[in-house]
């Protein structure tokens, strides 16, 4: 179906393959009354999933975080996410998964015996080609108002969505988030300047998602003896440094050339940055299952 989306998906819906049409949830799912429910996505390149291990312990993770069950597939999830690649033909894009607490009478309290649920589906997109990538991104800066446990991934994604929205309106690709004078993130990645070669990043903590792919890129970096430091930084420390950029499974390493209308150095992407793209593509793709 090439990238293409007016084709009909056959997306996953606890345990069937069905047609995205006729794909339902309860309206008593807690997934929809309290958000009650955590996602991965899992990037496709040449129809092969990445880092497809991070993403499982991460949700397992998040699952145990917030004492919900486990959803009944969990020891198919890889063989499903290839069946949906392969059955929709995506040759680029991603795959979406989440699982939610299940379906109970609305209600604080967790229900009791009820089997989560588990939603699956793909995504064409052509995520190696992105423009930002040549011409670098421009982010302002909006104070993180968002819950204190961001290392888990839940599907609240509304105040990660007014970011960006905030960065529409002001003809910008995206928000970093900053609490308390210090950058936690963007609204759906992790934040990195680069100072004097060195390469600065927040620590992980509640205040951020433990990103799978910052997790492989300080790897990377570390293997190719670059120097790291794992700290906090400010707006103002951010828009002196020679580089910054930010990490996610879809975007992999992106150039930030500008923060709230001041450029970073000469306001063009640079070369650490553009160096660390392509090793983490180059290692990524390599362990692409
Ligand atoms: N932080 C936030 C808030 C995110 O939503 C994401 C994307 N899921 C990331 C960081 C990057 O995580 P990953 O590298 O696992 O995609």
């Known amino acids: 179906m090439g990238l293409g989306v007016n084709m009909s998906r056959i997306v996953y819906v606890n345990g069937e393959y069905v047609s995205e049409e006729s794909a339902v949830i309860s309206v008593f799912d807690r997934g929809f009354l309290m958000a009650d429910a955590v996602y991965e ?24 975080e917030l004492d919900m069950q486990e959803p009944d597939a969990i020891n198919d999830l890889l063989e499903i996410h290839r069946t949906l690649v392969r059955d929709n033909q995506v040759d680029q894009g991603g795959v979406y998964l989440q699982v939610t607490r299940g379906v109970a009478d609305r209600d604080f309290i967790y229900p009791e015996n009820v089997k989560s649920t588990l939603v699956m589906f793909t995504q064409s997109k ?50 970093w988030m900053v609490e308390d004078g210090y950058v936690t993130e963007g609204t759906s990645n992790n934040a990195y300047i680069i100072k004097n070669g060195k390469i600065i990043t927040r620590a992980k903590s509640f205040a951020i998602l433990h990103g799978i792919t910052r ?13 790291l430091e794992e700290r906090n930084f400010s707006i103002s420390e951010a828009i002196d440094a020679d580089e910054a950029f930010i990490t996610s499974a879809s975007s992999f390493v992106t ?34 299952i």
């Open 41 to 64: 996505v899992t990037s496709v390149l040449d129809g092969k999933l990445l880092e497809f291990d991070g993403h499982l312990k991460r949700l397992k993770r998040s699952l145990s």
């Open 126 to 175: 052509d995520i190696l080609g992105s423009k930002l990538v040549e011409k670098g991104m421009k982010v302002i800066s909006i104070d993180d108002l968002r819950w204190g446990r961001r290392d888990i991934k839940t599907v609240q994604l509304l105040y990660p969505s007014m970011g960006k929205m905030m960065a529409k309106s002001a003809k910008c690709d995206d928000a």
């Open 215 to 227: 997790t492989s890129v300080l790897r990377f970096a570390k293997e190719a003896q670059m120097e």
């Open 255 to 288: 150039p930030v050339i500008n923060i709230d209308g001041q450029n970073i150095s000469d306001g063009s992407p640079g070369p650490m940055t553009q160096r660390l793209r392509e090793i983490y593509l180059d290692e990524s793709i390599k362990t692409a």
